[in-house]
């Protein structure tokens, strides 16, 4: 199955979408691995219910210093290409526990965190994390969820390059629809596959997206609606199960696939 990055503005509900998404997929039987690639969420190891690795993939690369020297010494060199952290193409299964946890057929790894003051910009987060994915060879029966950073610089840095497609997630405001056309604009440039999905919504909060969306030639894929429930969970700091979300889930999965 595809690689896909799941995209919005900040707390839309991405993290949340990733961790019921994964852990629908592996009640369907699949194996799924969730990429942390926002260095600054702190919180989905906490919804997934497990810790993630005591590694990031920064930290599995030798540090952010060694990976600013590789990057440096490309630009010195004048080369065009991507800088290279993996030379050969790996599968889930032979990812290293060192940045990689497992809990049954459910995966999570994190790309890196910002740890101090004054460390410089997230861009060597970016190259990594794309070299991964480019290099991640995935199965039929094999999902790869990349939850990222608010915004849109995660195409700007490389990630969807490495992905297959963008869900994007969007809350109900105007900010949202504006940020939806942009990243479907960019991820039509990336040549990649581009969905929607609601969250937070209501009866006529998503009657007004599917307005305004569908002016924008934009297709609707699947609607989580607003849920205190699901507000509740994620304030007490639990591990996020959602039943009654199920129904709505499996329709997004499939019209995603
Ligand atoms: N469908 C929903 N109903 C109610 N609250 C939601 C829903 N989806 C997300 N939230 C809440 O919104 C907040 C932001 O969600 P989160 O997934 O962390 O956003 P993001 O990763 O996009 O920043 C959290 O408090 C979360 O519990
Ligand atoms: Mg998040």
Redesign the pocket.
């Known amino acids: 199955m595809p690689k896909i990055v799941v995209s ?10 990733v961790t019921l998404m994964a852990k629908e997929l592996k009640e369907q039987g699949k194996t799924v691995l969730v990429v942390d690639s ?1 260095e600054s ?1 702190l ?1 989905l190891g906490t ?1 997934l219910g497990f810790k993630p690795a005591e590694k990031t993939l920064m930290d599995y690369l030798g540090g952010k210093p060694a990976v600013m020297d590789k990057l440096m010494a490309q630009i010195k060199e004048e080369k065009n290409e991507h800088a290279e952290f993996f030379m050969e193409n790996s599968d889930l299964n032979s990812l290293s526990p060192e940045f990689v946890k497992w809990n049954g057929d459910l995966a999570l790894m994190q790309v890196g965190k910002i740890e101090h003051t004054m460390e410089g910009c997230a861009c060597p987060m970016g190259a990594i994390a794309r070299d991964f994915l480019n290099h991640l060879a995935v199965e039929e029966d094999q999902w790869v969820l990349i ?1 990222t950073e ?1 915004g849109v610089e995660h195409f700007g840095r490389g990630i969807v390059e490495g992905a297959d497609s963008v869900l994007m ?1 969007v809350d109900p405001s105007n900010d949202a629809v504006l940020l939806t056309e942009k990243a479907a604009k960019l991820t039509e440039e990336a040549g990649k596959n581009f969905a929607v999905v609601l ?2 919504v209501d009866g006529k909060t998503t009657s007004i997206l599917e307005e305004m969306l569908t002016l924008k030639n934009i297709t609707i894929k699947g609607i ?5 429930t ?2 509740h ?3 007490q700091g639990e591990s996020l199960d959602m039943p009654s979300a199920i129904g709505e889930l499996d329709k997004l999965i499939t019209g995603i696939t």
């Open positions: 919005g503005r900040g707390g839309c509900g991405k993290s949340t979408l926002d969420n919180g919804m939850d608010a997630v969250n937070k989580l609606p607003y849920s205190s699901l507000a969970i994620n304030l």
